[in-house]
T-cell receptor
């Protein structure tokens, strides 16, 4: 089945540690995105990538880093510089050519700093 | 980047038709209008996408007037399971994926 997979579903991190969230898609989509969602709030764009080996900062990139070495993968690292990393993180992918059925989202990773 | 404005919340009752309007006064020529639905602790799910006039699929209709400065998502005969947050996005196909606060729809029995 084609889809987008995020792992792990739940993640606990100690303050001062970096942690990497995984996002993999087998939809052959060019574009991939990372979002953060806080309780009762909308999605805020962290980083996005339209093509392999290229990515752009979104609205809240500080304290986060990404890589796009493969079309299928777009991992997000939450660094110790992110002051309040506890949140729900969502990854999405989409094709950017022609009429589409929108973006596909993973099931999310809930990160808690302990 | 076209900014969108939606009502923060709406209430409805089972069996009614619900219309959620999104304003996007600065929409560009290449921009499409896309709506997503999100349930708690899940990723958003694509509902419908359109460029002009009317688009209909098995779950919703999207009405876009000629000036394209607004759009209306229409959900026919809602049920309790339609309680969710609905987001309107405007951008060049899927290149501009910035979400607003969305509209929290509550369907009551």
């Amino acid at each position: 089945d084609g889809g987008i997979t995020q792992s792990p579903k739940y993640l606990f991190r100690k303050e001062g540690q970096n942690v990497t969230l995984s996002c993999e898609q087998n939809l052959n989509h060019d574009a991939m995105y990372w979002y953060r969602q806080d309780p009762g709030q909308g999605l805020r764009l962290i980083y996005y990538s339209q093509i392999v080996n290229d990515f752009q900062k979104g609205d809240i990139a500080e304290g986060y880093s990404v890589s796009r070495e493969k079309k299928e993968s777009f991992p997000l690292t939450v660094t110790s510089a992110q002051k309040n990393p506890t949140a729900f993180y969502l990854c999405a992918s989409s094709t950017s050519k022609g009429r589409t059925l929108g973006a596909f989202f993973g099931q999310g990773t809930r990160l808690t700093v302990v | 980047l076209a900014k969108t404005t939606q009502p923060i919340s709406m209430d409805s009752y089972e069996g009614q038709e619900v219309n959620i309007t999104c304003s996007h006064n600065n929409i560009a020529t290449n921009d499409y209008i896309t709506w997503y639905q999100q349930f708690p602790s899940q990723g958003p799910r694509f509902i419908i996408q359109g460029y002009k006039t009317k688009v209909t699929n098995e779950v919703a209709s999207l009405f876009i007037p000629a000036d394209r400065k607004s759009s209306t998502l229409s959900l026919p005969r809602v049920s309790l399971s339609d309680t969710a947050v609905y987001y309107c996005l405007v951008g060049d196909i899927n290149n501009d994926m910035r979400f607003g606060a969305g509209t929290r729809l509550t369907v009551k029995p």
